[in-house]
């Protein structure tokens, strides 16, 4: 009896994350494809697009390390584009990524300051960018005060806090203390 109490305790705390993953963008279409550019991911303009959670079709990247090309599977057939071809793409479940330096960044949020997950077999590493379509650096800070150095208030009020705080999710306010302290 332990032993399941401990397996479902173990699930409970790897699955939690999702939990957090949640975003606040505004999509134009609700359909799952790839985004050429920034502006066609504005518009709402997908290449291969389709309906999210269809049966048999997925969009994701090749194999098991994220850092690969993505591949769209259809009933029917399967199409690679190249990450260094595409600024982005919303997959099979809903969930935007944002293709940078041929990695694949999820937007966790992008209330203030944009909030992305990198997942890999080791460890996961949180990214912020000011906008959707700048380039995304890890969420350190350094980083922060290299980019927002134009902000002393910012800086003020993230380095009064501690880093283990700056990604509590706020369920009411939908966004992270992080982004907060950005919209104070």
Same mark, same amino acid.
């Given at each position: 009896?332990?032993?399941?109490?401990?397996?479902?305790?173990?699930?409970?705390?790897?699955?939690? =994350?999702?939990?957090?993953?949640?975003? &606040?963008? $505004?999509?134009?279409?609700?359909? !799952?494809?790839?985004?050429? $550019? %920034? @502006?066609?991911?504005?518009?709402?303009?997908?290449?291969?697009?389709?309906?999210?959670?269809?049966?048999?079709?997925?969009?994701?990247?090749?194999?098991? %390390?994220?850092?690969? +090309?993505? @591949?769209?599977?259809?009933? /029917? $057939?399967?199409?690679?584009?190249?990450?260094?071809? #595409?600024?982005?793409? $919303? /997959?099979?479940?809903?969930?935007?990524?944002?293709?940078?330096? +041929?990695?694949?960044?999820?937007?966790?949020?992008?209330?203030?300051?944009? #909030?992305?997950?990198?997942?890999?077999?080791?460890?996961?590493?949180?990214?912020? &960018?000011?906008?959707?379509?700048?380039?995304?650096?890890?969420?350190?800070?350094?980083?922060? !005060?290299? #980019? *927002?150095?134009?902000?002393? /208030?910012?800086?003020?009020?993230?380095?009064?806090?501690?880093?283990?705080?700056?990604?509590?999710?706020?369920?009411?306010?939908?966004? *992270?203390?992080? =982004? @907060?302290? %950005?919209? @104070?």
């Amino acid at each position: 009896m332990k032993v399941k109490i401990l397996i479902y305790l173990c699930l409970f705390v790897l699955t939690s =994350n999702s939990l957090y993953a949640q975003y &606040s963008y $505004t999509m134009v279409n609700d359909s !799952a494809g790839i985004y050429l $550019t %920034f @502006e066609d991911f504005e518009a709402g303009k997908l290449t291969n697009g389709f309906k999210p959670y269809q049966k048999n079709y997925s969009l994701w990247p090749q194999g098991f %390390f994220k850092n690969k +090309d993505i @591949e769209l599977k259809t009933p /029917d $057939t399967s199409v690679i584009y190249r990450r260094s071809d #595409i600024w982005g793409y $919303t /997959d099979h479940k809903g969930r935007l990524i944002r293709v940078f330096n +041929d990695k694949h960044y999820k937007v966790l949020c992008d209330k203030g300051l944009i #909030i992305y997950i990198i997942y890999s077999p080791t460890r996961t590493s949180y990214h912020f &960018s000011k906008t959707l379509n700048d380039p995304i650096n890890r969420l350190t800070k350094n980083n922060l !005060a290299a #980019i *927002y150095i134009d902000n002393p /208030d910012l800086l003020q009020r993230i380095n009064s806090i501690k880093k283990k705080h700056w990604l509590t999710w706020d369920v009411k306010k939908e966004s *992270y203390f992080i =982004n @907060e302290l %950005f919209l @104070e």
